[in-house]
């Protein structure tokens, strides 16, 4: 068994137990106790499971990670996604983008373009776009939440359901084995989907540690979108029903 399977194992484990210990992971696999934490460290970093004192249990379905671990999460895997996504955007475009960790690095990658609108509810990618002279960079109105810089309510849905643009760009927290997309939070869910109906072509960023988180908000189905960009291939259950669907996808190795 390689370090991949091994860790696909463990995750496999902790979630029918809910929690499993170091000596018995390392019982388990015929492993050295270190080769067991380097193991659940790797998965932690991903999301995929949560650290906890002795062993490894799962991650919360009702709580985000922390706005701060989560800037560092996979930081190299969402620069590779936000350029890929930023070469699909032309020059002149308008677009969406919400709140998420990933849509701020996409917001980076986006600096070399020329004359973009942009509408966003995430004061961190206003902040980010604010000092390009040629871009138009709007603000949307409503409640700011201060972990991390979103703004929700209904002012907000309000305020994006002005709009018609050519690009919506979203991030998610989870996508389940069957299409739904994922959040934490309900009101964060409710301005989503307002970009996603207002959006002429709707792109999701998610790096390849979603596809293993279960949020207890449903936002929508990747069947609502038009492209995926990511860094490894989705689970064939995914990627089935994005071929029935004709949502492109677009990887960034």
């Known amino acids: 068994m390689n370090q991949q399977q091994r860790q696909e194992a463990i995750v496999d484990l902790v979630r029918r137990q809910g929690y499993a210990s170091i000596e018995q992971l390392t019982e388990h696999f015929t492993v050295t106790p270190q080769t067991i934490r380097r193991d659940l460290n790797a998965l932690a970093e991903e999301g995929r499971i949560r650290r906890v004192h002795g062993g490894a249990g799962l991650e919360s379905s009702t709580v985000n990670t922390a706005y701060s671990t989560r800037k560092t999460l996979n930081l190299d895997a969402k620069q590779r996604i936000a350029a890929l996504l930023a070469r699909q955007i032309p020059d002149g475009s308008s677009l969406f983008i919400n709140i998420g960790t990933s849509n701020e690095v996409v917001a980076e990658a986006l600096l070399e373009h020329r004359d973009l609108e942009v509408i966003t509810n995430n004061l961190n990618v206003a902040a980010i776009l604010q000092h390009k002279e040629d871009f138009n960079v709007i603000i949307a ?113």
């Open 141 to 253: 109105g409503g409640q700011v939440r201060s972990r991390d810089g979103g703004i929700i309510g209904e002012a907000t849905i309000d305020f994006i359901n002005q709009f018609k643009v050519d690009y919506g760009i979203i991030g998610i927290s989870g996508i389940d084995e069957d299409g739904s997309l994922l959040e934490f939070d309900y009101q964060e869910v409710r301005v989503a989907q307002a970009i996603i109906r207002n959006s002429r072509q709707v792109y999701l960023a998610a790096d390849h540690s979603k596809f293993h988180r279960n949020p207890s908000v449903r936002q929508g189905n990747i069947a609502q979108i038009d492209a995926l960009f990511t860094d490894r291939r989705p689970p064939q259950a995914i990627c089935q029903l994005m071929a029935s669907h004709d949502v492109a996808l677009h990887i960034a190795e």
